[in-house]
């Protein structure tokens, strides 16, 4: 008999979700299934871009997301600075937004990162000259 058992993955063990009829020591085939995508590529930029025009900087915009395996199945996000006069400058790094459930994988430290990042490639950038009168 087949018997389904739905578990999780815990501290290097399986613990079941629910109570099981198995035997002490009983053979037990594992069938892995991954998470299901529940959130878009276009949703997880939307989100990407929202954060960034509210929390970062207008100048930083959000490309084409990559569904990614990091520690879960993410969406990872690159984020370029952006200048009017100049279009997109470079990438300054990325933020991940978890695929099942949209909540972006944000730290101080990569917001931090991003900004330090952009002031570097903004340094480069080579000023565009001003019209004169």
Known sequence: MIEVINAIYQDGTFVPVQKTNLLEGQ???LQIVPPMVQVTARTAKRK???FLLDEVSYLM???QPKLTQAER???RVPIVLTYPTHGTVGQVGFIDVN???GDLLITLKTIEDIK???QALAETC???PTLRS
């Open 48 to 50: 990407v871009t929202r």
């Open 99 to 101: 695929a099942e459930n």
């Open 61 to 63: 915009g959000a490309e």
């Open 73 to 75: 199945l993410v969406w």
């Open 126 to 128: 080579t000023p565009t």
């Open 27 to 29: 053979r037990v085939c």
């Open 116 to 118: 330090h990042h952009a």
